[in-house]
């Protein structure tokens, strides 16, 4: 069982047919439920994060010193870390200070409560293990904006976010900056994009589903099924359920 194309393509030739593509992490649906979002004038845009060089929290943060229009909405960083003083000088070089609120470090409980309350999540770190926050946020039904990089290009499926093409700060910055002016501009899409990732999030991410699918993997193994499980493989744009029961078939 290995996680992510990269990874897959390190490990060696002779175990190719033996290899699952599978995603480390899950989620419980019951502690980030979907809300109920309505069309809104003034939107928030949420970055969860330690504030770290790789993480990138500065590419916001320039979006919105850089954008009239996102300077309309509200920006959220919820984290802590080494870059903070910096970035609070941002803020106020910018004069950013009454669209930009920075919470520090809070529980998750609270970290689910304002994806509940926030409609669009902006990650642009460069380096993730595996980017589990955007399942988080994929499950409480925002729209992600990713770097197309590492472990978030597999977490935000196609139609279910938006990626953008890795590159050096100043890409970054215009690449997030023309993304999230389009979100904000189309709170439609905003909507429909946060329900496409509830549903896949919930497909492939949940607890149970997780389960049922490591259970397959055991009957497999076990020569119980003879079809090797493939969990990304879709058909006619919808995903693809087990092919047998996930019962473990012992004896």
Known sequence: MAAYDH??????????DRIINF????????????PERQIKDKMTILFVGRLVPF????????????????????????????????????????????CVEFTGSIPQSEVGRLMRESEIFAFPSIREQGGGVLTLAMMSGM??????????ATRVAPGCGVKVPL??????????????????????????????????????YAWERKAQKTL?????VLGHQTEKPDFWAVTDGRDREP??????LLG
Not at 7 to 16: E, F, G, N
Not at 23 to 34: A, K
Not at 76 to 87: A, I, K, N, S
Not at 143 to 152: E, F, I, K, Q, T
């Open 7 to 16: 990874t897959i393509a390190d490990l060696p030739a002779s175990a190719r």
């Open 23 to 34: 995603s480390e992490g899950g989620v419980d649906p019951d502690l980030f439920p979907l």
């Open 55 to 98: 993480k990138m929290p500065e590419v916001v943060l320039q979006s919105f010193a850089a954008s009239p229009i996102l300077r309309q909405h509200r920006l959220v960083m919820v984290g802590d870390g080494l870059e903070r003083p910096r970035l609070d000088r941002i803020v106020e070089e910018e004069g950013l200070s009454e």
């Open 143 to 152: 729209a992600c904006v990713a770097v197309n990089y590492g472990g978030p």
């Open 167 to 204: 590159g050096d700060v100043d890409h970054l910055v215009r690449s997030y900056t023309q993304e999230l002016e389009a979100l904000v501009q189309d709170p439609q899409r905003v909507i429909e994009l946060g329900k496409a990732g509830r549903r896949f999030t919930e497909s492939y």
């Open 216 to 220: 397959e993997i055991y009957n497999w």
């Open 243 to 248: 092919t047998k029961s996930p019962a473990l």
